[in-house]
C-alpha cells in the first residue's frame, strides 16, 4: 500500500501535470503569436492560385473552427480539451483530405522501432563499457574510448547526423540516401534486411550520441561505486572481478541510469527528429519537416502535442519499472 | 582577494588537467576568430564582394560561397551570432533556474513541493517539437533575439533542480543560522550569504547551457526555422544545402561551419569537465594526496 500511496500515485500526478501543461502550452502558443495563422495560411492558398472569395470566406470560417479560434479564449481552451480527448488533432492543413491523425498514423510506427532499438542498443552498450572503463580506469582501451566519447558528446545531433550522412552516403555510398525500407511490408528476410539496412545509419547517429551519454554517467557512478567498502571486501575475498562488477556494482549503478533515462527520454527523441529528417526516414521527423516546409501548423500542433503525452506516458512506464529494481522501494 | 583566487584556481587548472589545457587553447582559437569578425573587411550582408564558388587558396583561405562572400570572414559572423544566441539564451537561462531553484530551495514545505514538482513535469517535456512548433508560428518574425530569448526560456528547469539541491543543503548549516538570528531577511540571505556558492556549479553548467543552444540553433536554422539572413553556423548550412554544395561538390562551404561547431562545443565541454572534476570534493582530496 505504502508503494502506491507513496510512489505511484505521486508519480502519476506528475504525468497528469505533464499532460495538463502540455495540452495548455500547444493552446498558447499559436494564441500568443503575432502572426495570425489564418491569414497566413490563406495567403499561402492564395500565392499560387486564384480562389473565389466566397470560397475563401468559407475558408476562413473553418480555419477558424478547426483553430479553434472562435468564443473566448476560455470556451476555445475547453473546447480544445474536448478535441485533444477524443483523441482528434484535426485535418491536416497541407494534404487536405489525410487528418493530422492519419500522417501520424502512418510515421509514428517507424519513429518508435528506430527509437526503441537505438535507445536499447545504445542503453546495452554505454552501461557495459562504462562500468568496464570505470572499473578498469587505467587501461589502454579505457582511456581510448573516454576519451573518443567524450570529444563526440558534446556534438550537436544534427551535425553528426549530417557527417554520417556525408560519408557514407556521399563519399562512400554504402548506405541508401533516403526512405525507411524497400518493397512492400512482409515478413520475408528480403524486407525485414532492407528494414535493417535503411535504419542503420539514422540508428547509428542516436546511437553514438546516445552511447556517449550512458558511457559517461555509467563511468562516474562505477568509479564512485568502486570505492565503495562492500567491493574492496569482495576484492579481498577474490571474487572473480566479472562478478564483483556485473553482479554488483553494475546493479547497483542501475537506478540511477533509470532515472536518467526517463528524464532524458526528450532528448532523445529529439535526435530522433533530427536523424529522420537527415536520413530522409518515413518517420514522425519527416513528416515533422515536410508539415514545416508546406506551413501545416495544424500537423506541427498535432505532432508536438502527441511527442509531449508520448514522453511523458514513456517515461511514467519506465518510472513505474523502478520498484521492481530497487527492492528498497519494492519492501518498504 | 577574489582575483587572487581566481587566478591560482585557472593555473591549477592550467598545470594538472589536460582538458583544461586542450579546452581552453580551442576556445581561445574560436575567441580569436570571434573578435576577427569586427576587423572584416566585408559587412556581413555584402554580396558579389569576391568571386563565386572559389575553392580555397591563399587569398580565401576557407573559399567563397555561391552569394560571392568570403567563407573565412562570414564564418567569423557565424561565430559571433551563434554564440551571441547561445550566451544569451544561457543567460536568461540560468537567471531563471537560480531564481526557482533559490526560492524552492530556501522557502521548502509546500511550496517547495508544489514547484518542485511542475518543475520535474517540465522537465519531461520534449524540448525540440516545442520550440519547433513556436518557431514555425513565428516564422518570418524570427530574430537572433528572439531565438535566444526563446531558448533562454526553455533550458531553465534542469538546472534550477540542481540549484535546489544545493541550497537546500546550504540552509541547514550553522552560518545561515546566524545570518537569521542576527535579522537578515530571507532575500539577503540568499543572496548574500548562498548565492556565492552556487557560483561555481553555475559555470559548470553554464557550459551544458551552451552545448545545448550551440544545438538547437544549429537545428532550428538547418530546419529553415530561424533568420535565415543573419549568418551563424546552422544558416551556413542551411545556405549549403540550399545550394546543393555537396553535390556540387563545393564541399568547403559545408566543411568550415561543421568545424567550427564542433571546435566550439569540444572546447567548451572540455573546460567545463576539467571544471566539475576541479571542483568535485572527491576528487580534489585524490589530487591532494597525489601531491604529496
Do not use: C
Amino acid at each position: 500500500m505504502t508503494l502506491l500511496k507513496e510512489f505511484i500515485l505521486p508519480r502519476f500526478a506528475q504525468w497528469l501535470i505533464v499532460i495538463f501543461v502540455g495540452v495548455t502550452i500547444t493552446f498558447i502558443i499559436p494564441r500568443l503569436s503575432p502572426v495570425n495563422p489564418v491569414t497566413e495560411t490563406l495567403a499561402r492558398m492564395q500565392m499560387y492560385q486564384n480562389i473565389d472569395p466566397e470560397a475563401v470566406q468559407a475558408m476562413r470560417a473553418t480555419l477558424l473552427d478547426l483553430y479553434g479560434l472562435e468564443g473566448s479564449v476560455l470556451e476555445q481552451y475547453v473546447n480544445f480539451w474536448k478535441r485533444v480527448l477524443k483523441g482528434d488533432l484535426g485535418p491536416s492543413l497541407a494534404s487536405f483530405p489525410l487528418s493530422v491523425n492519419q500522417l501520424i498514423g502512418v510515421s509514428i510506427g517507424w519513429t518508435i522501432g528506430l527509437l526503441g532499438t537505438s535507445i536499447l542498443i545504445a542503453w546495452t552498450l554505454g552501461m557495459t563499457l562504462g562500468s568496464l572503463a570505470g572499473y578498469y580506469p587505467n587501461r589502454w582501451w579505457s582511456e581510448g574510448l573516454e576519451k573518443s566519447l567524450i570529444t563526440v558528446y558534446p556534438v550537436p545531433y544534427y551535425i553528426l547526423a549530417f557527417v554520417l550522412l556525408m560519408a557514407f552516403t556521399f563519399y562512400l555510398p554504402i548506405f541508401p540516401l533516403i526512405g525507411g525500407a524497400r518493397g512492400t511490408a512482409a515478413f520475408t528476410w528480403e524486407y525485414i534486411s532492407s528494414v535493417l539496412y535503411h535504419g542503420f545509419l539514422p540508428a547509428l547517429s542516436i546511437v553514438i550520441g546516445a552511447t556517449a551519454h550512458r558511457f559517461i554517467m555509467a563511468k562516474a557512478l562505477t568509479t564512485t561505486e568502486k570505492s565503495s567498502d562492500y567491493v574492496q571486501y569482495a576484492q579481498m575475498a577474490a571474487l572473480p572481478q566479472r562478478k564483483i562488477l556485473f553482479y554488483y556494482v553494475t546493479r547497483n549503478t542501475l537506478l540511477p541510469q533509470v532515472t536518467d533515462l526517463s528524464l532524458s527520454l526528450g532528448a532523445l527523441f529529439g535526435g530522433a527528429l533530427i536523424a529522420e529528417f537527415v536520413f530522409g526516414y518515413p518517420g514522425i521527423g519527416t513528416t515533422m519537416y515536410t508539415a514545416i516546409n508546406n506551413g501545416d501548423y495544424n500537423a506541427i500542433m498535432g505532432i508536438t502535442l502527441l511527442s509531449i503525452v508520448g514522453i511523458a506516458t514513456a517515461s511514467l512506464l519506465i518510472d513505474l519499472i523502478y520498484p521492481l529494481i530497487d527492492p528498497r522501494v519494492r519492501y518498504r | 582577494m577574489a582575483n587572487d583566487v581566481l587566478r591560482a584556481t585557472i593555473r591549477d587548472l592550467f598545470r594538472f588537467s589536460l582538458s583544461f589545457r586542450f579546452g581552453s587553447i580551442i576556445l581561445m582559437i574560436v575567441g580569436i576568430l570571434l573578435l576577427l569578425s569586427f576587423f572584416s573587411p566585408f559587412e556581413s550582408d555584402d554580396r558579389r564582394v569576391v568571386p563565386r564558388n572559389k575553392p580555397p587558396s591563399q587569398e580565401f583561405i576557407l573559399g567563397t560561397t555561391g552569394t560571392g562572400q568570403d567563407g573565412f570572414w562570414l564564418l567569423t559572423f557565424a561565430i559571433r551570432n551563434t554564440l551571441m544566441v547561445s550566451g544569451v539564451a544561457v543567460l536568461i537561462g540560468r537567471t531563471i533556474a537560480v531564481m526557482v531553484g533559490m526560492l524552492t530551495g530556501y522557502l521548502g514545505g509546500k511550496t517547495d513541493r508544489v514547484i518542485s514538482s511542475i518543475v520535474d513535469s517540465i522537465i519531461v517535456i520534449p524540448r525540440l517539437p516545442l520550440l519547433i512548433l513556436i518557431a514555425a508560428i513565428l516564422q518570418g518574425e524570427m530574430t537572433v533575439l528572439s531565438l535566444a530569448l526563446l531558448l533562454g526560456i526553455l533550458d531553465w528547469a534542469h538546472p534550477s533542480k540542481r540549484y535546489r539541491a544545493m541550497i537546500l543543503s546550504l540552509r541547514e548549516r550553522e552560518f545561515t543560522h546566524t545570518a537569521i538570528f542576527s535579522g537578515m531577511n530571507a532575500v539577503k540571505v540568499v543572496v548574500q550569504e548562498h548565492l556565492p556558492f552556487l557560483i561555481p556549479l553555475l559555470l559548470a553548467d553554464a557550459v551544458a547551457g551552451f552545448l545545448w543552444a550551440i544545438g538547437m540553433e544549429v537545428t532550428l536554422s538547418v530546419l529553415g526555422l530561424s533568420d535565415l539572413s543573419t549568418p551563424s553556423i546552422g544558416t551556413l548550412i542551411f545556405w549549403g544545402n540550399y545550394h546543393h554544395a555537396l553535390l556540387r561538390g563545393r564541399v568547403w562551404i559545408l566543411a568550415a561551419p561543421i568545424a567550427a561547431s564542433v571546435l566550439m562545443v569540444v572546447g567548451f565541454y572540455l573546460v567545463s569537465l576539467s571544471l566539475s572534476e576541479y571542483l568535485d570534493p572527491r576528487t580534489r582530496l585524490s589530487r591532494l594526496t597525489m601531491e604529496e
